[in-house]
Nanobody
Framework: QVHLVESGGGLVQAGGSLRLSCAAS????????MGWYRQAPGKQRELVAT???????SYADSVKGRFTISRDNAKNTVFLQMNSLKPEDTADYVC??????????????WGQGTQVTVSS
């Protein structure tokens, strides 16, 4: 099993910042990519940002220039620095990790999510 534990969510005023963390643990041989998704009530889950094994990043247009994704390979941890937060950023933020187990089987794991609420 590969487990993802998220932290860093909370309530913040518009214009403020939060930093989310997601640590992967368990039977991991290699992490190929990690990312953050978000889902607001009544809306579909959407991709926020991803980072590949090579360090390449991608962002949703709505967060580009405000959010930064990074990772600490030694700790199998990914971060999402969120600045200039807007009320429309309010959502449950969920971490995703893809990679390979020691048995050379692929995995695609999801965390439980951390709530981000931005007040106006």
């Amino acid at each position: 099993q590969v487990h993802l534990v998220e932290s860093g969510g909370g309530l913040v005023q518009a214009g403020g910042s939060l930093r989310l963390s997601c640590a992967a643990s368990g039977s991991i041989f290699r992490l190929d990519s990690m990312g953050w998704y978000r889902q607001a009530p009544g809306k579909q889950r959407e991709l926020v940002a991803t980072i590949t094994s090579g360090g390449s990043t991608s962002y949703a247009d709505s967060v580009k220039g405000r959010f930064t994704i990074s990772r600490d390979n030694a700790k199998n941890t990914v971060f999402l620095q969120m600045n200039s937060l807007k009320p429309e950023d309010t959502a449950d933020y969920v971490c995703n990790a893809r990679g390979v187990t020691p048995g050379l089987r692929g995995f695609d794991s999801w965390g439980q999510g951390t709530q981000v609420t931005v007040s106006s």
